[in-house]
């Protein structure tokens, strides 16, 4: 039987139940005209108040106006120029924006720009040398502790700081300790390895 040749005792076909569903589904999708116009109008993209703050990058004294609300991490990637770092996540669930602030390991993008004026920020352009490398980067070449490379920036500076806070005399403390790192390769055998490698050339393994 066609949906509307149906008896008056059924006077809700399928039809117009669809119709009904559709128009209730489109309802919640779409704002009404003149809300959304309000809302446009009514928030402008407000540019932040500044403010300047001087730092040492990489042993590099700066001097530089951010915005109250950039966070570290987009500062040094497109103010700096320093890309090492890395923007996996932006929310501190992967660790591959990792650099270190007065030596100790940050989210870069959770830490804004501004809380590091008088401070000292180290990134893995800072970290060692092309002539001569920090003993973790050639760990983890020695030990292929990477594949894709995108979170090895992060890695390696996580990796100097689980072995400076003394968290890499067993296994079990350094896949603790790394725990915020994620490796979408899994290369995590060999980051294992590496950070065992470059501890004991560090004198703290
Ligand atoms: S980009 Fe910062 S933790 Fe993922
Ligand atoms: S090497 Fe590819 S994500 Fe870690």
Do not use: W
């Amino acid at each position: 039987m066609h949906d509307d040749d149906r008896p008056p005792a059924f006077p809700l076909t399928r039809r117009d139940t669809l119709r009904a569903g559709s128009a209730v589904a489109a309802a919640s999708v779409l704002p009404p005209l003149s809300s959304a116009a309000a809302s446009t109008q009514s928030m402008p993209l407000e540019p932040g108040a500044t403010t300047t703050i001087t730092t040492v990058v990489n042993g590099e004294p700066i001097t530089i106006a951010v915005d109250t609300r950039a966070s570290l991490l987009d500062v040094l990637r497109e103010r700096l120029a320093l890309t090492g770092a890395k923007k996996g996540c932006d929310h501190g669930q992967c660790g591959a924006c990792t650099v270190h602030v007065d030596g100790r390991r940050v989210a870069a993008c959770l830490t804004l720009a501004a809380k590091v004026d008088g401070r000292e920020v180290t990134t893995i352009e800072g970290l060692g040398e092309e002539a001569a490398l920090h003993p973790m980067q050639q760990a983890f070449i020695d030990h292929d502790a990477l594949q894709c490379g995108y979170c090895t920036p992060g890695q390696i500076m996580a990796a100097v700081a689980c072995v400076r806070e003394g968290n890499a005399t067993s296994r079990e403390r350094i896949r603790d300790a790394m725990s915020g790192n994620i490796c979408r390769c899994g290369a995590y055998v060999g980051i294992v390895a590496a950070i065992e490698d470059a501890a004991a050339k560090m004198g703290q393994g």
